[in-house]
């Protein structure tokens, strides 16, 4: 899932580059991320603890302020085409 920042994004108020970091293992995230225009900035080594005190690698992805606006458009096709597709298959699972 896109972290807080982007988040924020998405709701206008907009950072210079907004960033996430993802678990090093999510690679769908990082793929979605790359996909809408995320620039990959580097790899945070064993920086944080989850709950069972194991150390976290974390790789940082970004979003220029000028980059923003395609990012955006590409995100929103991909959650609208994502919506529409869920629709399409509930609507098929209901009259079969």
Not at 65 to 94: C, H, I, V
Request: charged content about 30%; some cysteine; overall charge positive.
């Amino acid at each position: 899932m896109a972290g807080e920042p982007l988040q924020v994004a998405l709701r206008g108020s907009i950072a210079r580059a907004p960033n996430t970091r993802l678990n090093h293992s999510c690679l769908r995230s990082q793929a979605a991320i790359e996909r809408i225009g995320g620039k990959f900035e580097g790899v945070l080594r064993a920086r944080r603890m989850p709950s069972d005190f194991t150390a976290r690698t974390s790789r940082r992805y970004s979003i220029l302020e000028s980059k923003w606006p395609e990012a955006k458009r590409r995100l929103m096709e991909r959650l609208q085409r994502s919506y529409l597709d869920e629709d399409a298959t509930q609507r098929n699972f209901m009259w079969n």
